[in-house]
């Protein structure tokens, strides 16, 4: 048993906490921050096996996920007027956030170092320069250097970063998102680890309906009641609406975005 790592994110001293079997087959060791207060596995060696496209069949919630995931996005940056403004989504996978988003006219690109966005194929970024919003739907656990990757997120000054992932409490060998059976996660969150996180990049951060919000300061009074932790009510009822309001401007618009991406491809085909 190893006593002590250091952080993979603050840098300081994270202690054993327990250990867990991971695939079936690797015993894994945990630690926990005494600082940030982060829980980690140890140098995760088993990445490359945990990413067999095998796995993939164990996430069954993928398309239910996407779509609450815009709704949200949907409904946060028509508050905040950032609707037009350059979305990416960090880790997009098969791309189907992002492209719900397009199909309702909100500016939204994929960015996967990791695989090829199917149902984005045109619409990926190759990094995160002139992002407004950031969007990292279960993405953030599975960071082999989240320090690395937090960096180069707030690097590009974004105006909010959405982050949907588990928050613990205290360390707790059978917590169901620790995931042990296709190893992917990696790296997770307390409420205090959020905090540090907006300490060190200078943003304030809120929990709204499970989903982290890192957001500048100075745009707070656009979703609070000044002075006050309460969410303003029409941002409450935008929240409530949210995927009836969704698929509200899917059925209204049809394939009006797709045609333009469809067009705005095929343009840009023809020029090369």
């Known amino acids: 048993m190893t006593a002590e790592i250091y952080c993979r994110l603050c840098g300081n001293i994270a202690k054993f906490s327990f250990q867990k079997r991971i695939l079936s087959k690797y015993d894994v060791e945990y630690f926990h ?3 940030c207060a982060a829980l980690q596995t140890e140098n995760p060696y088993w990445l490359e096996e945990a990413y067999q496209p095998i796995n993939e069949q164990l996430d069954t ?10 709704a949200f996005l949907d409904a946060l940056t028509s508050q905040l007027n950032l609707s037009i403004e350059t979305l990416i989504d960090y880790g997009c996978g098969s791309g189907l956030t992002a492209r719900i988003l397009r199909d309702i006219g909100i500016n939204a690109y994929g960015y996967d170092t990791y695989s090829t966005p199917r149902l984005l194929m045109g619409f990926q970024k190759e990094n995160l320069e002139g992002a407004a919003i950031i969007n990292l739907c279960e993405v953030a656990e599975h960071f082999p250097n989240p320090k690395s990757s937090f ?3 707030f690097s590009c000054n ?14 707790d060998v059978s917590w169901s998102y620790l995931a042990p059976e296709h190893g992917q996660h ?10 540090y996180l ?3 990049h200078c943003m304030a951060a809120t929990f709204i309906q499970g989903y982290i919000i890192f957001i500048k300061i100075e745009l707070l009074e656009s979703l609070f009641i000044k002075n006050t932790n309460t969410l303003k009510v029409d941002f409450v009822s935008k929240l409530n609406q949210s995927i009836q309001n969704l698929f509200n401007k899917i059925l209204t618009n049809g394939y009006k975005y797709a045609i333009n991406d469809n067009l705005m491809l095929t343009k840009s085909l023809q020029i090369r």
């Open 158 to 171: 974004p105006k909010i970063v959405v982050v949907q992932t588990g928050i613990f409490n205290e360390p």
């Open 186 to 195: 990696i790296f997770f969150y307390s409420e205090k680890t959020i905090s």
């Open 151 to 153: 960096d180069n997120i």
């Open 61 to 70: 919630g993928q398309f239910i996920r996407c779509l609450h995931n815009a």
């Open 198 to 200: 907006a300490k060190a």
């Open 33 to 35: 921050c005494q600082t």
